[in-house]
């Protein structure tokens, strides 16, 4: 009788595990794009891993400056001196409100009768004030990119930043938002991590 027992509970858990993993294909599978997703900078550091403690400042700016993700993005850092060397993390401190921009109903995993908006606010980090600063890593998969637990995420950074010699050019920045928006009890969510990759001009 144990044995029929045991046998039935396999059983239940497998069918729960086929289960969950069926509801999150769906909801991925059915990801789409945002139109823009806006993020206020202060601050971009420079490391060349976790364990770096004297992170480089390559940008500061106690007002912040705001950036749309879905654009190939130069501007974050003018006329910064970037020291040589490879880096394989970047640290943002962020506005932990992010600005998030769906122009195209089709585009709304919730389906097109919940429409379009613009700039609707959404937290990063849940639980924290939406004017509040926030730090985002991107890391190489060595160095822990990918991996995330509750608040604290660490997005990928797709490949080290080699920088030959110092140099004041501005880097462009190509975050990858594609297909990170996904519907979760009837609202619009972004799903981590992202992606980015970083090229000096």
């Avoid at 823009?36 to 490391?47: D, G, I, Q």
């Avoid at 400042?57 to 400056?65: L, P, W």
């Avoid at 122009?103 to 606010?121: L, M, Q, Y």
Wanted: net charge positive; hydrophobic share 45%; glycine share 6%.
């Amino acid at each position: 009788m144990r044995k029929l027992s045991k046998i039935w509970l396999f059983v239940l858990i497998a069918a729960v595990a086929v289960a969950g993993v069926a509801l999150l294909a769906k909801v991925y599978l059915s990801a789409t794009s945002p139109s823009s997703v806006k993020l206020t900078v202060h601050k971009v550091e420079f490391m060349a891993d976790a364990s770096d403690t004297n992170p480089q400042v390559v940008f500061s700016n106690a007002t912040g400056k705001e950036i749309d993700l879905t654009k190939d993005t130069d501007a974050v850092i003018e006329q910064a001196q970037i020291q040589a060397g490879t880096y394989k993390r970047i640290r943002m401190t962020v506005t932990n409100g992010i600005k998030l921009s769906i122009a195209n109903a089709v585009d709304n995993p919730c389906g097109r009768k919940s429409g379009t908006f613009t700039d609707s606010v959404f937290s990063i980090a849940d639980g924290t004030d939406l004017n509040w600063q926030v730090q985002i890593n991107f890391a190489t998969y060595d160095d822990r990119g990918g991996t995330w637990a509750g608040s604290r995420i660490t997005h990928i950074l797709l490949g080290p930043v080699a920088i030959r010699e110092n140099q004041t050019e501005p880097l462009k920045f190509n975050f990858i938002t594609a297909n990170t928006l996904f519907c979760s009890g009837g609202a619009v969510k972004m799903r981590s991590p992202w992606a980015v990759w970083v090229n000096p001009l």
